[in-house]
């Protein structure tokens, strides 16, 4: 994720977590902040971003799949296996996740599965990844076929 991306996403979820308006961030909790901050202090520069491709085929039954789209946006097409909570209501649903396996969360083209992710990983849930690029990206690059097809040879 981009450092201003981290920015944008940082003020967002804490802004979130304190109820606060962009007019009175200068006062956000201090106490958030700080757990942001030593995150991101430990972060390593993916931020815990996963690329379709980065998934063979016969791993995708190891990860907990996470739809943050809306409901009707679920029911018109998701990623075969996935469970659909919104990604307002991760946070909140956080009990009903696994810890002893890795957690993948995805929405449209990632912004809002960012924020949801970064917001359990705040929490301590260091086994959440985000799908990069989304629903929209996994289909596009062949769904469980992201891997087999970046992994193939170039076409001459």
């Not at 200068?26 to 390593?44: G, H, I, R, S």
């Not at 289909?139 to 076409?155: I, L």
């Amino acid at each position: 994720m981009r450092p201003s991306l981290y920015r944008f996403v940082t003020l967002t979820v804490a802004l979130a977590l304190t109820g606060l308006t962009p007019a009175r961030a200068e006062v956000a909790n201090p106490a958030a902040v700080d757990a942001m901050q030593a995150y991101l202090d430990f972060v390593d520069y993916g931020g815990a971003t996963i690329w379709p491709e980065q998934i063979p085929a016969e791993e995708w039954k190891n990860f907990f799949v996470i739809d943050a789209r809306d409901a009707d946006q679920y029911q018109k097409d998701h990623i075969p296996g996935s469970i659909n909570i919104e990604w307002r209501q991760v946070l909140a649903r956080r009990a009903e996740l696994p810890t002893d396996k890795p957690v993948l969360i995805y929405c449209n083209s990632g912004s809002l599965s960012a924020q949801a992710g970064f917001a359990l990983r705040v929490a301590g849930m260091d086994n959440v990844r985000i799908l990069q690029g989304g629903f929209n990206e996994w289909k596009q690059k062949g769904g469980f076929d992201a891997y087999r097809r970046a992994s193939q040879p170039p076409k001459e």
